[in-house]
Nanobody
């Protein structure tokens, strides 16, 4: 059984930082590209960042603007998302997801494995 479990969310003030973690089990972790998505209330889920299976390549949504960093530890089957310079517009539930599809711009429908999400709330 494949499981993805996010942690690290919380409430921070504008300009604050959080480090999200997503620990996986039941899949061959270093075969999968990993990504983070987020969903604000009343909005569609949107792509935040992704990292290749090797960890050597990363990709970010334009709105990240250098504030977030995705990384992974294949020995620990874990992917991270460092959030810096948080703004109220970053508030939402953050999800990690895994895909075997290579390349960037992978449709959300091509991510078969998802975590349950972790809440990030940024106060003004």
């Amino acid at each position: 059984q494949v499981r993805l479990v996010e942690s690290g969310g919380g409430l921070v003030q504008t300009g604050g930082s959080l480090r999200l973690s997503c620990t996986t089990s039941g899949l061959t972790f270093d075969y999968y590209a990993m990504a983070w998505f987020r969903q604000a209330p009343g909005k569609e889920r949107e792509y935040v960042a992704a990292i290749a299976w090797s960890g050597r390549s990363t990709n970010y949504a334009d709105f990240v603007k250098g504030r977030f960093t995705i990384s992974r530890d294949n020995d620990k089957n874990t992917v991270f998302l460092q959030l810096n310079g948080l703004e109220p517009g970053d508030t939402g539930v953050y999800y990690c997801a895994a895909t075997a599809v290579r390349g960037w711009g992978v449709p959300i429908s091509e991510y078969p494995y998802w975590g349950q999400g972790t809440q990030v709330t940024v106060s003004s």
